[in-house]
């Protein structure tokens, strides 16, 4: 959503003051520390350098590399960057045997602080390994941790398959281990849903391999919607979709741009997360607020995609008949339409999402929209852009996850909408402020899930009770407590809550 947002920034200015970054990490406890130095001093004996850096300037790159502000402020006691599983499965044990913090780092852009780095602990991160290979024997896709969607997606385009990715090229593979929403998702599931292979590291260093069908199925299955809390996964096999190459114009769809009317676009997003339930058909709609001095200006976007020759009118029919600022609708290749939102790589802000869920009337759309916009003006001087994002999950594609094994989020048959509530702060702000955290905690109770339906790990506030809106909540901790008795990560790495 940045290269369009970005067409708008020289409207922005550009002074804000440097607030001081002292004092955002005390000094944890004495034992914390301790712990992190031992799992260091061990791991520098045992993988030596390269692979683990404690200062210099790779340590740097990494331990600034988070997408999010705060999150590039962590300054881990040592980063470890493996280039092999074994590498992982000797840094998990060390970590494990000194009872060390410690965090995995993937595309790096979680928004939730504290999710993919560390203070005072261990930080593997898988910036050298980025492989993306397609094996047509297997007909088989396999993804390393540390390759980003658009190099996947690039990599594998001469072969005529993709992966089903994310929809903003710079994001990581830490998207399926959440569940993974894509523009093949209406017609494949979750992203994670076409997991085949996973090799994990447990935490107690042990390396894996789980399947739909072999002794860790149930692994397997948690790993579909249980992020960064059952293992360190090293490699994923996934089931390609055979799109076709660049030059398949198979698709049609493209970005619309409104720049008013949001009581006819929710009315439109309302409908079709009712009605629409047709596997070829995928949307967006983002609205945002982008802050230019005291004002808001609204942006927007909507991106509509139908694997066919034309946007259907009856699916599509009520967006396109919303008068837009600007179009580009056409014939696509699925490598196109990947590309549509392009990278999403800048860096520098602190960045928060929260996560809801809707399935209902117009009205409840619209109550949203204006719980929204009340939320943005009041402390629309902490902001670079809100955005409320409306992504349908529908029917097709939670039949066609049950139908490739289940995942562990298992929402209800029917369709509804994943909504994203997501804010960018100003550059020079670098935390949440205590009355805008307040703000958005009235904003979670003002636009509850409706009932029934689960929210989104990658899309949330970390506070948010995730795993508890899931189907399979009493599954996902009872794999949980066999895969992690001691109950390790949950106590030496941040997370989900819940187990
Ligand atoms: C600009 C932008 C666009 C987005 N678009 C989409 C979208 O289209 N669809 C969608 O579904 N989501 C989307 N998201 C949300 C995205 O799925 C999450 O931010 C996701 O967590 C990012 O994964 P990552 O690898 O980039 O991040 P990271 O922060 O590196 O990882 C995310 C989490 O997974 C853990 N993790 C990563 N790799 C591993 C591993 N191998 N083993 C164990 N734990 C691991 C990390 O510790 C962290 O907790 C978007 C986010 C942003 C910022
Ligand atoms: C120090 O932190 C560890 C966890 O990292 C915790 O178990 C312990 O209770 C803490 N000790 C004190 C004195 O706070
Ligand atoms: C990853 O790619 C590099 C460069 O092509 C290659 O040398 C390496 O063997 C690959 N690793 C794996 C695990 O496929
Ligand atoms: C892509 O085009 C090639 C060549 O015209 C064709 O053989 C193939 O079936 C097409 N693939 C898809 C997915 O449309
Ligand atoms: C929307 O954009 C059009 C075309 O650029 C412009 O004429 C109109 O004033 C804009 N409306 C708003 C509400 O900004
Ligand atoms: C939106 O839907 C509501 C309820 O159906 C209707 O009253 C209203 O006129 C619609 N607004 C627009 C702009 O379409
Ligand atoms: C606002 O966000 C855009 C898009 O992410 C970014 O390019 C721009 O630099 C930001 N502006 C400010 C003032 O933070």
Redesign the pocket.
């Given at each position: 959503m940045?290269a369009p947002?970005?067409l708008l920034?020289a409207l922005?200015p550009?002074l804000f003051a440097t607030q001081s970054i002292a004092a955002l990490f005390p000094r944890s406890n004495e034992t914390t520390h301790l712990a992190a130095l031992e799992a260091c001093n061990q791991l520098e004996g045992l993988l030596g350098s390269p692979l683990v850096q404690s200062s210099g300037p790779s340590y740097e790159t990494a331990a600034t590399n988070a997408w999010n502000l705060q999150n590039s402020e962590y300054q881990p006691t040592c980063v470890v960057f493996p280039t092999t599983s074994d590498h992982v499965q000797v840094a998990m044990k060390a970590i494990y045997d000194a009872r060390s913090q410690y965090a995995v780092q993937a595309g790096s852009h979680s928004a939730m602080k504290g999710w993919n780095t560390v203070q005072d602990g261990v930080l593997i991160i898988f910036s050298n390994m980025r492989n993306a290979t397609y094996d047509p024997v297997k007909d088989s896709i396999v993804l390393q941790p540390g390759v980003h969607w658009h190099d996947a997606v690039t990599a594998l385009e001469p072969f005529g398959v993709a992966p089903v990715g994310g929809r903003v090229g710079d994001v990581g593979t830490g998207l399926l281990l959440g569940g993974g929403l894509s523009w093949l998702s209406p017609s494949q599931g979750y992203a994670a849903d076409t997991f085949k292979e996973l090799d994990v590291v447990l935490v107690t260093g042990e390396l894996v391999t789980a399947t739909a069908t072999n002794e860790y199925s149930d692994l397997f299955r948690a790993l579909k919607g249980g992020g960064n809390r059952f293992g360190i996964v090293t490699r994923y096999e996934l089931s390609p979709v055979h799109t076709g190459t660049k030059d398949n114009k198979t698709w049609f769809g493209g970005m619309m741009i409104f720049n008013s009317s949001a009581e006819a676009l929710l009315n439109a997003t309302a409908r079709y997360v009712r009605e629409v339930d047709d596997p070829k058909a995928v949307i967006l709609v983002s609205l945002i607020n982008i802050v230019v001095g005291e004002d808001l200006v609204p942006f927007y976007l909507v991106t509509p995609f139908y694997n066919g020759p034309s946007l259907p009118d009856d699916i599509f029919g009520d967006f396109l008949s919303i008068p837009a600022v600007s179009s580009t609708l056409g014939p696509m290749s699925y490598f196109n339409v990947a590309g549509t939102l392009g990278l999403g790589n800048?860096r520098g802000?602190v960045q928060h999402f929260g996560a809801s869920a809707l399935l209902g009337d117009e009205d409840l759309f619209l109550d949203a929209f204006n719980h929204w916009m009340d939320f943005s003006v009041a402390y629309k001087d902490n902001f670079?852009?809100t955005t409320l994002a409306f992504t349908p999950v529908p029917n097709s594609q939670i039949q066609a996850g049950r139908a490739k094994g289940g995942n562990i989020i298992n929402p209800p048959s029917g369709g509804f909408a994943a909504v994203q509530i997501y804010e960018?702060f100003?550059?020079g702000i670098t935390d949440i402020p205590q009355d805008v955290q307040g703000g958005i905690d009235v904003l979670f109770d003002q636009i509850p899930p409706s009932p029934g339906l689960p929210l989104y790990l990658n899309e949330c506030d970390s506070r948010q009770k995730v795993f508890e809106s899931y189907g399979d909540y009493e599954l996902l901790k009872q794999i949980y407590a066999k895969y992690d008795p001691s109950r390790f990560n949950v106590e030496h790495s941040q997370g989900p809550v819940g187990l």
């Open positions: 940045a947002i970005r920034t922005v550009a800048d802000y670079n852009t960018q100003k550059a």
